[in-house]
């Protein structure tokens, strides 16, 4: 039988603002435990919380942004649960008044754009943090992040795969680090995301039983995370098995889901409206001020890029990030033709900035640089082999490629007498394959072009190599 995949995600974003959610405390990452902690949110009896309005009008920033209906008016409500990292035994939310409403955001994957809907935006109070490593038989409980303003995404169930999810996590990503609401930095846990994932069999209406997924804190986690539980379901149901309403964890060490806790029955958090919170009350004036704040979001970026002669891949990959985007425009701006630029960026750049757990925001090349290369390559006086090399210096050093260049003495050889001899050399000691060759095995043109290359560390001519080939094999 065929299934399909049904994935919704939330999505938790830690607000970048300075102070927490309901006090005046310090929201700063990598405090000394509890430093960062006052009556309000530690849950002392009789304090108040007062409301932090930037936060309410970040979420609203991000409402904005993908496409929401802002509510004009909500309200808070108490989650109540127990558990040792919630100093309060309650947790204040939204439940049925949220702040935003109703958006998207568009995904492209395989070429093929996709609509994603939003169900809701709405805000809250993080908790704190549970430690066990170290504890020997007890856990510690830090609580600099109770308190924290936390806004949660919640997708509506439109995901059909594994890549479009962390397709959708990217883009939501992007767009909150554009508009300044979050720094979604996943590894610290201000960008965090939850799944729930069923199956069904195709052109099957009714949902399957889901689960959900917590602990995935890369895009690759959330993918890898999707694609082991929905073959785990499928297997289950192949042989005759029932799937079971639980929440499950992502172990990134083994590969697997694990079990964490059952919900066969829904849990019951008996939300009421806070008492020591007055309602939220936004207006059209307020919406407009917020609106003028928002600058140029990731889909207006891939349309200029394609403007610039990007084919919609390439221009897709450069403008989830401003910092990239900018990066391309001002190198094309120096002389470097668009398609030369992109191919840089998103092949080898992007591949020792992903090395490095970098984002483009922290690429120390400036467009002089890769303007500067990609000339040298163009004239002939590097390989594009070399260029790599160059490429790598220059990210490690700051220096310009023309520099390196001189300096390591890697100019290319276009001195055809000179790759001549190195080619004589190479097909005089390779008889067995240059017999191969004539007798119709084409691809060891490559094996002979690498040799040479290697033999002249990557300075010779790529262009001359391959034509002295040709004329001397007889092709």
């Known amino acids: 039988m065929q299934y399909e995949s049904v994935i919704g995600l939330e999505i938790h974003a830690q607000l970048s603002t300075d102070s927490k959610m309901f006090c005046g405390c310090s929201t700063k990452f990598g405090a000394e435990p509890n430093t960062q902690t006052c009556q309000v949110c530690i849950g002392m009896p009789g304090v108040l919380p007062v409301m932090n309005k930037k936060a309410i009008e970040y979420v609203i920033k991000t409402g904005l942004a993908v496409n929401c209906r802002i509510a004009p008016y909500s309200r808070f409500a108490r989650k109540n649960y127990f558990y040792p990292d919630l100093p309060k035994g309650y947790q204040i939310s939204q439940y049925e008044l949220p702040i935003c409403e109703h958006g998207f955001v568009e995904i492209t994957v395989d070429g093929i754009t996709k609509k994603i809907g939003l169900t809701r935006i709405h805000l809250e109070e993080d908790a704190g943090k549970n430690i066990h490593e170290g504890a020997g038989s007890h856990s510690f409980v830090d609580l600099n992040r109770a308190g924290t303003p936390l806004m949660e995404i919640v997708s509506e169930p439109d995901i059909r795969s594994p890549q479009e999810a962390a397709e959708f996590v990217k883009k939501l990503r992007a767009i909150v680090r554009d508009i300044g609401v979050c720094d979604g930095n996943m590894e610290q846990g201000s960008l965090r995301c939850d799944a729930n994932v069923s199956v069904r069999p195709v052109g099957q209406k009714e949902l399957g039983t889901k689960t959900e997924i917590k602990n995935m804190n890369s895009f690759r986690f959330v993918e890898k995370a999707l694609e082991y539980e929905i073959k785990r379901q499928i297997k289950i149901l192949n042989e005759g098995g029932r799937i079971v309403q639980e929440t499950r964890l992502w172990d990134s060490n083994k590969g697997i889901t694990e079990s964490m806790r059952s919900k066969e029955e829904a849990h019951d958090y008996r939300y009421f409206p806070e008492p020591d919170l007055v309602p939220v009350e936004v207006d059209n004036a307020w919406i407009e001020r917020i609106k003028e704040g928002i600058e140029e979001l990731p889909d207006e970026r891939k349309q200029s890029l394609i403007q610039h002669g990007l084919p919609e891949h390439d221009a897709n990959l450069l403008s989830i990030n401003r910092s990239s985007s900018d990066l391309f425009k001002k190198t094309v701006n120096l002389g470097s033709s668009s398609k030369s630029v992109s191919n840089l960026m998103i092949g080898d750049l992007r591949r020792i900035l992903n090395e490095e757990n970098k984002d483009f925001d922290e690429c120390p090349l400036g467009p002089e640089h890769l303007d500067g290369l990609l ?46 001899k190195v080619v004589d050399e190479i097909l005089s000691k390779s008889p067995k394959e240059v017999e191969r060759f004539r007798a119709g095995e084409e691809k060891l043109l490559g094996f002979f072009a690498g040799q040479i290359m290697k033999a002249t560390k990557g300075k010779a001519n790529p262009k001359i190599v391959n034509e002295l080939l040709r004329k001397k094999l007889g092709n």
């Open 375 to 420: 000339k040298l390559i163009e004239n002939g006086t590097i390989s594009g082999r070399i260029g790599k090399t160059v490429l790598e210096e220059m990210y490690k050093t700051g220096k310009h490629a023309e520099s390196i260049v001189k300096e390591k003495g890697l100019i290319q050889v276009s001195d055809e007498s000179e790759i001549e």
